[in-house]
């Protein structure tokens, strides 16, 4: 049962407009969040996380939100560039950390238009 | 920079096959570990290692072993390849400590197994 789901399989954005990728969760015991993204022929790489004591991590045009009341975390891309384009990956975790705690999402293609 | 480095970008192989699947990081990280990733099932492990000669089984660790002889080098093995095997492979490696807060992962080998 996939504890982590990302209901988009994709999503395309015009340049200079929002992207806004979602994530939603089930074990209210996750504490600690992230998003990876993947360019094709490559591994995924970090891009932002949250820990649950938060509601809000920005970094440059990245920004996660976390709900933790409906389980749900939302990554936003302003303004969205063609270089954004690739497969987005949210996951979380239970702290204590251990690797059998990590659990990836199904992804979200996201393609931005020039 | 972490590097992680997959000796094979692509690989075909038989059914019935033994395969053998390297990994090399270069930034002495305690923990590595192997995912596979599926479209629609995301990333899912199938086995880590914190250290060397010790290894932990992921979610699917069925039809697979391990290798950690080397801090440096992980190994992932099919004993017997089956066409359900056919997957994108995933390596990472994280530092100590919570090794959930950033993965570094390889840029994949494409498993065919016909």
């Known amino acids: 049962d996939q504890q982590v789901k990302q209901n988009s399989p994709s999503l395309s954005v015009q340049e200079g407009r929002i992207s806004i990728l979602n994530c939603d969760y089930t074990?209210?015991?996750?504490?600690?969040f992230l998003w990876y993204k993947k360019y094709p022929a490559e591994g995924p790489t970090f891009l932002i996380s949250i820990s649950s004591i938060k509601d809000k991590n920005e970094d440059g045009r990245f920004t996660v939100f976390l709900n933790k009341s409906a389980k749900h975390l939302s990554l936003h891309i302003v303004p969205s560039q063609p270089g954004d384009s690739a497969v987005y990956f949210c996951a979380a975790s239970v702290t204590p950390t251990g690797a059998n705690n990590l659990f990836f999402g199904t992804g979200t293609r996201l393609t931005v238009i020039p | 920079d972490v590097k992680v480095t997959q000796s094979s970008r692509y690989l075909v192989k038989r059914t019935g096959e033994k395969v053998f699947l390297e990994c090399v990081q270069d930034?002495?990280?305690?923990?590595m570990f192997w995912y596979r990733q599926d479209p629609g099932l995301g990333l899912r492990l199938i086995y880590f290692?914190?250290?060397?000669?010790?290894?932990e089984k992921g979610d699917i660790p069925e039809g697979y072993s391990v290798s950690r002889e080397k801090k440096e080098r992980f190994s992932l093995i099919l004993e017997s390849a089956s066409t359900n095997q056919t997957s994108m492979y995933l390596c990472?490696?994280?530092?100590?400590?919570?090794?959930?807060?950033?993965?570094?992962f390889g840029s994949g080998t494409q498993l065919s197994v016909l």
């Open positions: 074990n209210s015991m996750f504490d600690y």
């Open positions: 930034m002495d990280h305690e923990n």
């Open positions: 290692s914190y250290d060397v000669k010790m290894k």
């Open positions: 990472a490696s994280s530092p100590p400590g919570r090794i959930n807060e950033k993965l570094f």
